[in-house]
């Protein structure tokens, strides 16, 4: 059994705050500034460039993604870390369309994230091959799948409201069609157990920085499975996915297995941080972690609506239904959430009108989610949220 008091300890949570944005950006763990520190002393600063050999900088991406993919159910050896999860919608979707042959369909759902539908809107501009990007509403995904689809890209959990995709029937129904999918878990791992290789995905993409938390700018990481691993044509096709890097060749030549979908130089000092985190995630056990997630998003629906009846949910009801954050409408929202936020309780907001709160076992609590939620009710039963400051849109919601 997990020890989530133990698990808390190790994160750094501002005095009176409670933090119910880790699905945007998880809290810093205790042991990260030392732990940097010493590296940007020990290693930077002592080993300079020998470090790239000595601290095993040059393998991060391979060793760290193999920790992330054991959190995300991959094979050993077929996930790697780094750029940005943007770019690495990019790198799975063009590999994905280039084995898919001759087929022009792209089927996602405008339930996705909308970088992952500009990436595949640019791509297709660039391969200006006739292909098509078919946008359907979520629940009719898994009917719009057929024989024409090449690809079927999907955010497994919706950013907005947490509702959830079939992750292993939608990949099961796309196989069936001769369809390759692309499965974004940027709220999946670690909100969820994810099983990529139990489910058949094609191709998994996802971020750092949220549930993992290894802070603002952790790189992000793409699984690639074995079947396709050797056969998948990088379209950023950069030096350190080459497979000799350093013999500087004029042409390119792939690099073994998932090792081609490297693009350029890793950032070390984010791998460092994440290191911090995932040794925290070590401690826990996924299965324990969706079981108090559930029970605790469970808890936060009952409060906000035995308290605060100016909010609408509009996550699924049913726990299994949705992922580890919760969203409610309220027409000023945003107002709220500023009320929310300069009281302590800290949530984010998306357009139009939907506050948005993540709860992660690792260092938020029963008592964390009723203190929340009182803070709440006070805010809207007292009209707290109508102060012009409130108002005025900052650059990040
Ligand atoms: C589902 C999803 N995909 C992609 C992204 C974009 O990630 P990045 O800004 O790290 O490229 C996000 C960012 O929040 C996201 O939630």
Not at 209 to 216: I, R
Not at 272 to 287: F, H, K, N, R
Not at 302 to 324: F, I
């Amino acid at each position: 059994m997990t020890d989530f008091a133990a698990t808390k300890a190790m994160f750094d949570l501002p005095d009176g705050m409670i933090y119910l944005d880790g699905n945007s950006l998880g809290p810093l763990p205790k042991s990260a500034p030392a732990r940097l520190d010493g590296m940007l002393k020990d290693e930077w600063g002592k080993m300079l460039i020998t470090g790239w050999n000595k601290a095993g900088w040059m393998a991060q991406p391979m060793t760290i993604g193999d920790r992330v993919g054991a959190m995300i159910g991959a094979e050993a050896g077929h996930v790697v870390m780094g750029d940005t999860l943007t770019i690495k919608v990019f790198q799975a979707l063009a590999a994905a369309l280039d084995l898919a042959g001759d087929r022009k369909v792209i089927l996602s759902d405008n339930g996705n994230f909308p970088t992952d539908l500009y990436m595949a809107q640019g791509l297709l501009n660039t391969l200006d091959r006739g292909h098509e990007l078919r946008i359907v509403d979520p629940e009719d995904v898994a009917d719009a799948i057929n024989d024409d689809v090449a690809v079927m890209m999907l955010t497994e959990v919706d950013y907005r409201t947490g509702r959830m995709h079939d992750m292993a029937a939608l990949t099961k129904k796309a196989h069936d069609h001769g369809v390759l999918t692309v499965w974004d878990l940027a709220h999946s791992a670690g909100a969820i157990p994810v099983n990529v290789a139990g489910a058949g995905a094609d191709f998994a993409v996802g971020c750092s920085y949220k549930y993992l938390n290894g802070g603002p700018g952790a790189p992000a990481f793409i699984y690639v499975a074995p079947r396709h691993a050797e056969h998948i044509k990088p379209a950023l096709s950069g030096w350190l996915g080459h497979a000799a890097p350093f013999a500087f060749d004029l042409d390119y030549r792939p690099g073994h297995g998932i090792e081609r979908m490297r693009v350029g130089t890793p950032p070390v000092l984010q791998m460092t941080a994440l290191v911090c985190a995932l040794d925290i995630w070590d401690m826990a056990d996924m299965a324990d972690v969706r079981a108090r997630s559930m029970e605790l998003t469970d808890l936060f629906v009952e409060l906000v609506e035995e308290k605060c009846p100016q909010l609408t949910l509009a996550s699924p009801r049913d726990a299994t239904q949705r992922g580890s954050q919760l969203s409610f409408r309220f027409e000023q929202g945003y107002a709220a959430m500023q009320a929310l936020i300069a009281r302590g309780v800290i949530g984010d907001f998306r357009m139009p009108d939907v506050m948005r709160f993540g709860f992660t076992p690792l260092y938020i609590d029963a008592n964390d989610v009723r203190q929340a939620v009182d803070i709440m009710a006070d805010i809207m039963n007292n009209d707290l949220w109508d102060r012009d400051e409130y108002k005025v849109r900052a650059a990040v919601t």
